[in-house]
Structures are given as structure tokens and as C-alpha cells.
């Protein structure tokens, strides 16, 4: 399945902003689809990730940030309200077939990464 990530952007602390990570080739109504993150220097990290009923999220941005997903679309979202200068990374999507999993090597395919900047 090709992935494409999209809806970045440079906010401020306290805005908010809603990734998109759409897919071709393949539904993703039978994948777990998960969004990760990468800081300048840091190791690539789990947000959040999405099944055909559950959910899951790191800690660090529960309350905060919702996925979702829109089958008849194609289409897995990242909403991000209260937004950090720590939340400050590339962020990616990627689909893959371990159940909510949040360590990346369980994913297959990934997208190219949308830059999320939050200054304070």
C-alpha cells in the first residue's frame, strides 16, 4: 500500500492540526495504520496507531491528540490540539499487519513524512 502524509505546518503553542495520511493500492480497512514522529537527533518514536475498532497512544500526547479513520476515503487522521514545542518533528504514517503495535519495525510501508513545528 502507497502512503502519502500531508497537513503539517509551523504553529504555535496551544494551536492545533490535523495530518491526513491517504493510501492507494490496497484498502486499509485490514491494516493497522500508526503515526510516528522524529525529532532532529532523536530516534523515531510511536504518537498513535488505529485497527478497523481500536485505538491506541503514547503517552505523551493522550488527551491531546485523536486518530480516526475514514474507510470509504482511504484515509487515517491525526488531530493534534494543545500543541508543544516538544511535539516538533516529521511525522509519518504507515501501515502494517501486527494488531495497534507501536514499534515501527512491525510496520511495512510508510509514508514520506509531513514537518510539524510548534514554536512557543
Known amino acids: 500500500v502507497q502512503l502519502q502524509a500531508s497537513g503539517g505546518g509551523s504553529v504555535q503553542a496551544g494551536d492545533s492540526l490535523r495530518l491526513s495520511c491517504a493510501a492507494s493500492?490496497?484498502?486499509?480497512?485490514?491494516?493497522?495504520v500508526g503515526w510516528f514522529r522524529q525529532a532532529p537527533g532523536k530516534e523515531r518514536e510511536f504518537v498513535a496507531s488505529?485497527?478497523?475498532?481500536?485505538?491506541k497512544y503514547a503517552d505523551s500526547v493522550k488527551g491531546r491528540f485523536m486518530i480516526s479513520r475514514d474507510n470509504a476515503k482511504n484515509t487515517v487522521f491525526l488531530q493534534m490540539n494543545s500543541l508543544q514545542p516538544d511535539d516538533t518533528a516529521v511525522y509519518y504514517c504507515?501501515?502494517?499487519?501486527?494488531?495497534?503495535?507501536?514499534?515501527?519495525?512491525?510496520?511495512?510501508?510508510w509514508g514520506q513524512g509531513t514537518q510539524v513545528t510548534v514554536s512557543s
Open positions: 504507515a501501515a502494517g499487519v501486527a494488531t495497534l503495535s507501536p514499534k515501527y519495525f512491525r510496520y511495512n510501508d
Open positions: 493500492g490496497r484498502t486499509l480497512d485490514t491494516y493497522t
Open positions: 488505529i485497527t478497523w475498532s481500536n485505538t
